[in-house]
């Protein structure tokens, strides 16, 4: 499968604990994108990466988000000290270049903080 | 603000009728667009773009037309299958990422 992969695809953790999820972009796609859901919502833009770097955080990625992409391949995200409000989907997407180009999403990581 | 939004949460229709989704979006300078499907428990799939050089784009049972003079995009859908039944967003490629609506339920009956 060549589509873009993320793991786990459910996490339920308490109130406190540290939670990190990976995405495997397509390959030789260069770009990242990290997006928020809740129910009944549209996806929300947390972040993106072109190949390493990462160009633009959202205001609503708080001090206790971090998202890396070290060798410009997989991103993890890590969420530290989750709260209620952390309870969500969090979708992976990749596009092949720099701008303007169709996005591509995994199946997300549905996140339960109890 | 930027904003990208729909005009109706929900729409019923029967099979083998065809479906019109709908979205308003209200930066101007936007000038690429694609709507997604999203199945419960899935990832947005992607269905068609548009590019705002263009008005209509036809793919394989869809259609998208996109008026730049009142910035409002259509999804059509031709003769509706059990199997469309999902949710619809459209979004916006403004600063390079994509910004998305609420989106529309789609159900199909018999």
């Known amino acids: 499968d060549t589509g873009v992969s993320q793991d786990p695809r459910h996490k339920i953790t308490k109130r406190g604990q540290n939670v990190t999820f990976r995405c495997d972009p397509i390959s030789e796609h260069n770009r990242l994108y990290w997006y928020r859901q809740t129910l009944g919502q549209g996806p929300e833009f947390l972040t993106y990466?072109?190949?390493?770097?990462?160009?633009?955080k959202s205001r609503l990625l708080s001090d206790r988000f971090s998202a890396e992409r070290p060798k410009g391949s997989f991103s993890t995200l890590e969420i530290q000290r989750t709260e209620q409000g952390d309870s969500a989907m969090y979708l992976c997407?990749?596009?092949?270049?720099?701008?303007?180009?169709?996005?591509?999403f995994g199946s997300g990581t549905q996140l339960s903080v109890l | 603000g930027e904003s990208v939004g729909l005009h109706l949460p929900t729409l019923s229709v029967q099979e083998g009728d065809n479906s019109i989704i709908n979205c308003a979006y209200s930066n101007s300078a936007s000038d690429y667009f694609i709507w997604y499907k999203q199945e419960s428990g899935k990832g947005p799939q992607f269905i068609i773009d548009i590019r705002s050089n263009m008005d209509k784009r036809q793919g394989q049972r869809v259609t998208v037309l996109l008026n730049k003079t009142v910035k409002h995009l259509s999804l059509q859908i031709a003769a509706t299958q059990p199997g469309d039944s999902a949710v619809y967003f459209c979004?916006?490629?403004?600063?390079?990422?994509?910004?998305f609506g609420t989106g529309t339920r789609l159900q199909v009956f018999p």
């Open positions: 990466f072109q190949n390493e770097a990462q160009l633009e």
């Open positions: 997407a990749s596009s092949y270049r720099a701008t303007n180009e169709k996005l591509f």
């Open positions: 979004a916006e490629f403004n600063t390079d990422k994509l910004i």
